[in-house]
């Protein structure tokens, strides 16, 4: 009897040094995987699932092992989508997945640009992004006060940054994501303060003059002297006379603006009614922004593009001299 009791003392240790050693094997061990793997993890999957999902990728060799130790470990695992480096072990695998944070994608919106045209900086990273649900959120009534937002369309309230966005994302996230980046702004200049925000009546005003600031000029240099000017002429009750309010209307970027076009009634048209625009006619970035916030104190009622090629504008406090630098302006684009 001691004899047998002894042997399976030793057949239990040499056993449990077996397991210890395939234990630890099996935590040592790397991936199989030689590239970069992104897989998605979807929601209220198990443990079960996801071993076999991680099997299936090459990330593990066994789910049957992953299951054993996520139950040991009570791993807390996350859904989503997951960048999975080559060459990790199960431990650095499982605390990616534990992590929560997947792979994203970098999306640079360019300052000025109208809602509509964003989509396509979008279709860069995600080619099925669909530019008919975006117009649709942008004009969600619900949607845009659910986002703080008291306006008829998020037109203006779209941050013009880079962003990284999860792997997926859909429309209406998107925006989310860009108009919480514009209210975050908001505040930041709220605390620092300007008399501005309450002669022109609150942060939906400054977007508007400031996405008029952005389509006028992409000198840096030039924005807070601009801005100056359409402050000047908003305190003496002179139309803004801005050629880009007019070009949204119609949607006409490039190329000629018809007379039509400027006798338009529309609201947005500065050329033909005093103050400002119903709101903004794109999304300006955060110079534009503090140009108006902060303009530049001027007694200039007027500027015209230099057409030198410098992307410089002469300015004026007469139309007599406006008249003149016309006329110069003329004389550059011949040469």
């Given at each position: 009897m001691k004899k047998i009791s002894v042997f399976l003392l030793i057949l239990l240790v040499l056993g449990g040094l077996l397991s210890f050693s395939y234990v630890q094997i099996?935590?040592?061990?790397?991936?199989?995987?030689?590239?970069?793997?992104?897989?998605?993890?979807?929601?209220?999957?198990?443990?079960?699932?996801?071993?076999?999902?991680?099997?299936?990728?090459?990330?593990?060799?066994?789910?049957?092992?992953?299951?054993?130790?996520?139950?040991?470990?009570?791993?807390?695992?996350?859904?989503?989508?997951?960048?999975?480096?080559?060459?990790?072990?199960?431990?650095?695998?499982?605390?990616?997945?534990?992590?929560?944070?997947?792979?994203?994608?970098?999306?640079?919106?360019?300052?000025?640009?109208?809602?509509?045209?964003?989509?396509?900086?979008?279709?860069?990273?995600?080619?099925?992004?669909?530019?008919?649900?975006?117009?649709?959120?942008?004009?969600?009534?619900?949607?845009?006060?659910?986002?703080?937002?008291?306006?008829?369309?998020?037109?203006?309230?779209?941050?013009?940054?880079?962003?990284?966005?999860?792997?997926?994302?859909?429309?209406?996230?998107?925006?989310?994501?860009?108009?919480?980046?514009?209210?975050?702004?908001?505040?930041?200049?709220?605390?620092?303060?300007?008399?501005?925000?309450?002669?022109?009546?609150?942060?939906?005003?400054?977007?508007?003059?400031?996405?008029?600031?952005?389509?006028?000029?992409?000198?840096?240099?030039?924005?807070?002297?601009?801005?100056?000017?359409?402050?000047n002429r908003l305190r003496i009750g002179m139309p803004l006379g801005a050629d880009p309010t007019v070009r949204f209307i119609f949607k006409n970027l490039t190329g000629p603006?018809?007379?039509?076009?400027?006798n338009s009634n529309n609201p947005y048209n500065t050329r033909k009614f005093k103050g400002l625009m119903p709101g903004p006619i794109s999304n300006p970035g955060r110079h534009?922004?503090?140009?108006?916030?902060?303009?530049?104190?001027?007694?200039?009622?007027?500027?015209?593009?230099?057409?030198?090629?410098?992307?410089?504008?002469?300015?004026?406090?007469?139309?007599?001299?406006?008249?003149?630098?016309?006329?110069?302006?003329?004389?550059?684009?011949?040469?």
């Amino acid at each position: 009897m001691k004899k047998i009791s002894v042997f399976l003392l030793i057949l239990l240790v040499l056993g449990g040094l077996l397991s210890f050693s395939y234990v630890q094997i099996s935590l040592r061990s790397t991936s199989n995987n030689t590239k970069n793997v992104i897989l998605r993890i979807p929601a209220k999957a198990g443990i079960h699932k996801i071993g076999k999902i991680l099997e299936e990728n090459d990330v593990i060799s066994s789910h049957t092992f992953f299951e054993y130790w996520c139950r040991y470990q009570k791993c807390n695992l996350k859904a989503g989508w997951f960048e999975i480096p080559p060459r990790r072990t199960l431990k650095e695998v499982i605390s990616i997945i534990e992590n929560g944070k997947g792979p994203v994608k970098k999306v640079t919106i360019p300052e000025g640009r109208a809602s509509w045209e964003i989509p396509a900086y979008f279709r860069k990273a995600y080619p099925n992004f669909n530019g008919v649900l975006w117009e649709k959120w942008i004009y969600n009534s619900e949607f845009i006060r659910e986002l703080g937002v008291s306006a008829s369309s998020l037109e203006g309230y779209l941050l013009p940054d880079t962003y990284l966005f999860p792997y997926e994302v859909t429309e209406k996230e998107a925006i989310r994501t860009m108009v919480k980046a514009n209210l975050r702004l908001r505040d930041a200049f709220y605390k620092k303060g300007s008399p501005f925000f309450e002669i022109l009546g609150g942060w939906h005003e400054v977007l508007t003059l400031a996405s008029v600031v952005e389509e006028e000029t992409g000198n840096p240099k030039e924005r807070p002297l601009i801005s100056g000017v359409f402050h000047n002429r908003l305190r003496i009750g002179m139309p803004l006379g801005a050629d880009p309010t007019v070009r949204f209307i119609f949607k006409n970027l490039t190329g000629p603006i018809y007379k039509s076009q400027l006798n338009s009634n529309n609201p947005y048209n500065t050329r033909k009614f005093k103050g400002l625009m119903p709101g903004p006619i794109s999304n300006p970035g955060r110079h534009a922004i503090e140009a108006v916030l902060y303009p530049e104190d001027t007694d200039m009622l007027y500027f015209v593009a230099k057409d030198n090629g410098s992307g410089e504008h002469f300015f004026s406090s007469t139309l007599k001299e406006h008249n003149h630098y016309k006329e110069v302006a003329a004389r550059n684009r011949k040469k």
